[in-house]
């Protein structure tokens, strides 16, 4: 039998330091009902860091449907004591992949990305799920609901499915990746378009669920932070708890920099690591609010009408930036902002190292050449980025990129610096040969 060890108590906390009040997991709030600031879960956890190294890592190999997901895998991190009760589709198990290509172009001597691509739907977001919709299943309820710009409503549509729950997706009209709205209708859900920006539908739907008991499985749902922040612990294993010095990834709700931050800080409160890495969060130009609000403070202020061709960061008011802003402060990271031109470019490049990544994933590297070149991020350090989604979520995007046909939302140009367009040749052996010829091609 698998050894358990962990949560005894684990109830949720407000996140406001001159409120901290604290409700009961079974409570179906997401954010404190005194205050209206974020939750998260608190559970005072017992561990011996050096004993349950060997243990997750002897777990890889089990066949137990837990022990095969990279997330149940770590479960005594997780509010979760019976997995008799747990939807999963042996998500995580996301490589670390090395990448010298990249790291060139970044001004880099290395660079690892941890590619959430690989997961069951595509994306991070199924680390998550996994936990949201087994919360779902714990409480008894039926139907869940989510609001999304693609790879959200594809990874709900799957575990919601999988779990016997009726997913329901809003979705703004026509600012969806075609790749990722497939897999919603694919997958069984009723989808529902709304003439409205995310930040606007969020808002309709948080009052939809408390009015009709439809459990929301955005990110502003506590249990969603819980099953992201594996990634970080799943990255440590596979690092043999080396802790890198920098980890950046792209921001858009800001819910993987709050998990990865939470991660972090429990795992260096448990002992299982010595030190916390810097983090920076890159965000697309025209939906950059964290970025604004990292540099300015005072009031944090929403962008009214977000654009980007990123459309998995296309959101102008995150809900999770009180988390975010706290892990960047302990973090000593920072915040950048890349354009779409910059974006565009280093998803080619990413493509070149025989890796490839959707639009919001590439922010990544745009902003890690953009931090080297400014001296914030040293050469020698030791950096991973988080791939956020799969290459084929945004197949429109690559295919326009390469034949010069691609324009920011605004109509601007974007010139292609990697362009490699695809040739038509007569149906003819000379002809092809001298093709092959003409373009060097061995």
Same mark, same amino acid.
Request: aromatic share 8%.
């Given at each position: ?6 949560? *005894? +108590? ?6 406001? =330091?001159?409120? /901290? *009040?604290?409700?009961? &997991?079974?409570?179906?709030?997401? +954010? ?9 879960? *608190? ?7 050096? #004993? ?22 770590? $479960?005594?991190?997780?509010?979760f004591e019976d997995m008799s009760r747990i939807v999963t589709l042996a998500e995580g198990n996301t490589p670390v992949l090395e990448a010298p290509h990249a790291a060139r172009y970044a001004g880099l001597d290395a660079l690892r990305f941890k590619h959430q691509g690989f997961n069951p739907t595509g994306s991070f977001k199924d680390n998550g799920m996994t936990a949201g919709a087994s919360q779902a299943l714990r409480l008894g309820l039926k139907r869940v609901?989510?609001?999304? +710009? ?16 009726? !997913? ?5 009209? @026509? ?60 990255? &440590?294993?596979?690092?043999?708890? #080396? ?8 921001? @858009?709700?800001? @819910? ?6 939470? /991660? ?41 009408? =977000? ?6 960061? $296309?959101?102008?008011? !995150? ?11 302990? *973090? ?26 959707? =639009? ?6 745009? @902003?890690? #050449? ?24 945004? =197949?429109?995007?690559?295919? #326009? ?42």
């Amino acid at each position: 039998m698998p050894y358990t060890e962990g949560l *005894s +108590t684990a109830n949720l906390l407000c996140i406001n =330091p001159s409120c /901290a *009040s604290r409700f009961p &997991l079974g409570e179906v709030i997401y +954010t404190c009902p005194r205050c209206g600031a974020l939750l998260e879960i *608190s559970a005072p956890v017992g561990l011996a860091a050096e #004993r349950m190294k060997r243990v997750w890592r002897e777990r890889r190999m089990s066949n137990a449907p837990e022990d095969r997901s990279g997330v149940w895998r770590y $479960r005594e991190l997780l509010p979760f004591e019976d997995m008799s009760r747990i939807v999963t589709l042996a998500e995580g198990n996301t490589p670390v992949l090395e990448a010298p290509h990249a790291a060139r172009y970044a001004g880099l001597d290395a660079l690892r990305f941890k590619h959430q691509g690989f997961n069951p739907t595509g994306s991070f977001k199924d680390n998550g799920m996994t936990a949201g919709a087994s919360q779902a299943l714990r409480l008894g309820l039926k139907r869940v609901a989510c609001v999304s +710009t693609g790879n959200t409503s594809a990874s709900m549509a799957a575990y919601a499915s999988a779990a016997g729950l009726t !997913p329901i997706i809003f979705l703004p009209h @026509g600012n969806i990746s075609y790749g990722k709205l497939a897999q919603a209708l694919e997958y069984g859900a009723l989808t529902v378009q709304v003439e409205a920006n995310f930040d606007q539908i969020l808002k309709l739907v948080r009052e939809l669920a408390e009015k009709t008991g439809i459990y929301l499985l955005n990110s502003v749902n506590p249990f969603r932070i819980e099953g992201q922040k594996t990634i970080m612990v799943e990255l &440590l294993d596979q690092l043999d708890w #080396r802790v890198p010095d920098w980890i950046v990834l792209p921001g @858009g709700n800001l @819910g993987n920099i709050s998990a990865f931050g939470k /991660a972090f800080r429990e795992l260096l409160a448990l002992g299982f690591i010595g030190r916390l890495p810097r983090f920076a969060v890159i965000q697309a130009e025209g939906s950059a609010p964290f970025c604004s609000y990292f540099h300015r403070r005072g009031a944090f202020t929403p962008v009214t009408k =977000p654009e980007t061709l990123a459309t998995a960061i $296309r959101i102008g008011d !995150p809900v999770s930036w009180p988390k975010a802003i706290q892990v960047i402060d302990e *973090s000593n990271g920072v915040v950048e902002k890349v354009s779409e031109q910059e974006i565009a470019d280093a998803k080619a490049v990413i493509g070149q190292c025989g890796i490839g990544c959707e =639009p919001a994933s590439a922010a990544t590297l745009a @902003g890690m #050449r953009k931090l080297v070149a400014s001296g914030m991020m040293r050469k020698e350090e030791s950096v991973v980025a988080v791939l956020t989604g799969h290459v084929l979520k945004d =197949p429109d995007y690559i295919y #326009r990129y390469h034949t010069d046909q691609l324009a920011t939302p605004s109509g601007g140009k974007i010139s292609p610096s990697f362009a490699n367009r695809p040739v038509s040749v007569a149906a003819d052996l000379d002809s092809i040969a001298w093709l092959l010829e003409d373009r060097r091609i061995s």
